[in-house]
Structure formats: structure tokens, C-alpha cells
């Protein structure tokens, strides 16, 4: 019996011209956490809230594996969190995840994501954004998607402006024991689906519905 019947998201496939998203095989996940112990941004610098990339390589690739497991085991319709490796040709670059609380009522999500340093500055993680908006705005009739990015991350909010998002306000956050301003950005439906800058295929949705609460 295929995994599928009893976990249908293994079968979700978002593709764009250059990437396939989907959950890893367990060869695929090995391959991210080595990647993330390659190391994601300059150590001069701290993109992220949770400073997970703060600790030795080896630390930080157990961490992947156990965030991707823990993300598996602790799914909910009502709260989920869809974490899928990007591919290129076959090989592992990055991450992407969207997830959302109360999707049915709110129809809003969130979007992370992160690129290993070979392959960043190629517009690739455009196309990884891209394709989870498709699947939340074209799929799952979502209204809004949410993200940020402190003011030191130039690479992030280039990438929401080519996809339509709009300012929404500051956070202020306490990252490696300082002060840091997270910008908070929002995309509503009107605006991507004027933007749409990438072409996205999606496969294997309709057994996932109820997975995310939705009929």
C-alpha cells in the first residue's frame, strides 16, 4: 500500500520552470540537513528569529531533520506546516514552507524559506515562493500570505517586491542578544494574481483538502 493513502501530501507536487517542490524522501531530507551544515548566510549576519544556524555544522544539520519530523508528527487541519525541499535537476538547493492557523476562518498563511549559499542569487527562491503562493491562493483559496525580513536582509524583501507584497508595519525582536526590526509584509490575492511573475504546475491536491482543512 503506498504511503500516499494514508499521507496524501506525499503526493503534492508543485513544479516551475526550474524547481520541483515537494515533502523529501529520507535521502532528500539527509541531503538538506547537509546542505544547511554548509551553511545558509554570512555569520556576519542573523536573517533569521530563531537563530538555529548559530550553532556547530553538525548540531545545526540534526536540527533540520528533527524540525522537518516534528513539523510531520505535529500536524493538524486546524494548525499545519508544510515544509518541502526544492529541487533542481534532481539535486536538493533549498526549503520552502507555508503554514497556517485556523485556515477555514483566517485564509491566511505564512511563508519561510532558505536556499543553500551555491545556489542563492539565481532567482530561485522566487521561484520556491511562487509556487506555494499558487498552491495557497489557486489551491486553497487563500486571501492573504504573511512573511518579514529584518532591515540587514536586502535579499529578502527583493524578492517579496517582485511578487506584489505590500509594507505592514514593524517588529521589534531580539536577535543575538540585540535589538533587530523585523518589516512585515503581506500579500492579498488581488495583487499576486496581477504579479504572478513564474509559471507553477500543481499535482495531488484534492486528496490533501481535508489535510488542511478544508473540505
Excluded at 42 to 64: G, I, L, M, S
Excluded at 75 to 82: A, T, Y
Aim: with cysteine.
Amino acid at each position: 500500500m503506498p504511503l500516499t493513502t494514508h499521507w496524501p501530501l506525499a503526493g503534492l507536487r508543485l513544479t516551475t520552470p526550474r524547481l520541483e517542490l515537494r515533502l523529501p524522501h529520507p535521502e532528500e531530507l539527509a541531503a538538506l540537513a547537509s546542505l544547511a551544515a554548509e551553511g545558509v548566510h554570512e555569520p556576519a549576519v542573523q536573517p533569521f528569529t530563531v537563530a538555529w544556524t548559530d550553532v556547530p555544522p553538525d548540531q545545526r544539520a540534526r536540527d533540520v531533520l528533527q524540525y522537518h519530523w516534528r513539523r510531520w508528527g505535529d500536524w493538524r487541519p486546524e494548525n499545519w506546516e508544510l515544509n518541502l525541499v526544492a529541487l533542481r535537476d534532481g539535486v536538493v538547493v533549498g526549503t520552502q514552507g507555508i503554514g497556517a492557523r485556523d485556515f477555514p476562518v483566517r485564509r491566511e498563511v505564512n511563508t519561510g524559506s532558505w536556499l543553500g549559499r551555491a545556489h542563492q542569487g539565481q532567482g530561485l527562491g522566487t521561484e520556491m515562493r511562487a509556487a506555494v503562493f499558487h498552491l495557497a491562493f489557486a489551491g486553497l483559496g487563500a486571501q492573504h500570505a504573511v512573511s518579514g525580513a529584518y532591515t540587514d536582509n536586502a535579499a529578502s524583501p527583493a524578492v517579496s517586491r517582485k511578487l506584489g507584497y505590500r509594507e505592514d508595519g514593524i517588529e521589534r525582536h531580539a536577535v543575538r542578544g540585540r535589538p533587530a526590526v523585523l518589516r512585515r509584509l503581506r500579500l492579498t490575492a488581488e495583487p499576486w494574481q496581477r504579479h504572478q511573475p513564474v509559471p507553477v504546475e500543481m499535482a495531488g491536491l484534492p486528496a490533501c483538502l481535508p489535510w488542511f482543512g478544508l473540505a
